[in-house]
């Protein structure tokens, strides 16, 4: 892919086996012509997870269907619809879906070839509903953040905490309405724009693309310009991502 052209990756890609009932499918990558941003989805089993490992960089899970909990060091969190998580280089942490339902998580890092290294080690669990300034995980329940509306057509939800003094990596989720458009603003680096529900059209600079299928993912490139349109007859919800 040449450098500065928005590319699409289509949802749909074969995914791999990274663990027991955890399959991982990349849309964004060092290797895809995103080296400084990796964006994928991860499949999770009833029964399935990740054990315990870190990486040399942040890493941001947001879960969009289903529900599943990350771990990390022994505390729990239940991920359910467009909740997210961030958490910081070096942390341990991992993930189990121990419903009766397949769970798909959205999961970004700031750098296009993410590194992980697993261990045996761990912890007693215990149960947390939210995360504060006394561990270093972010944790954004997507029921509580703040929604700043455009009109009654749209609306944008912050899914990482602004307060966050390790956060790496940014996201929001853009919320159409049938047959409504939004322009968004300019941005300096690579965004990845994941389709989580409905179907959009997204043009960059003289670029357009039809988002049409669950997971369907357009690499922006820092400078250009975008435009989201709903021209379906259901409301449609876009996560939009970027290293910090």
Not at 8 to 31: C, D, N, W
Not at 216 to 225: I, K, L, M, N
Request: glycine share 10%.
């Amino acid at each position: 892919m040449a450098d500065g052209v928005a590319f699409m990756t289509p949802g749909g890609i074969e995914g791999r086996e990274l663990a027991q009932g955890f399959e991982v499918r990349g849309y964004l990558s060092t290797e895809l012509g995103s080296a400084g941003l990796n964006s994928g989805s991860a499949t999770v089993s009833p029964g399935g997870g990740l054990p315990y490992h870190t990486h040399p960089t942040g890493e941001l899970i947001i879960c969009v269907a289903g529900q599943a909990d990350v771990y990390v060091t022994g505390r729990r969190y239940r991920l359910s619809a467009l909740d997210a998580i961030h958490v910081p280089s070096g942390a341990a942490h991992g993930l189990k879906n121990d419903s009766d339902q397949v769970a798909i998580m959205h999961t970004v890092f700031p750098t296009g070839t993410p590194e992980r290294e697993f261990f045996d080690e761990g912890w007693d669990v215990v149960d947390c509903a939210s995360s504060d300034a006394s561990v270093p995980e972010s944790l954004v329940v997507h029921a509580d953040a703040q929604v700043v509306t455009l009109g009654e057509s749209a609306s944008v939800i912050s899914l990482t905490d602004p307060g966050d003094p390790d956060r790496d990596v940014a996201a929001r989720v853009v919320c159409l309405e049938p047959g409504a458009a939004l322009e968004l603003p300019v941005e300096a680096h690579d965004q990845s724009m994941f389709l989580s529900s409905g179907a959009v059209l997204c043009e960059v600079d003289d670029q357009r693309f039809e988002m049409a299928n669950f997971c369907d993912t357009v690499c922006v490139r820092g400078g250009q310009a975008r435009r989201l349109e709903n021209p379906g007859t259901e409301s449609a919800t876009v996560v939009i991502s970027e290293a910090r």
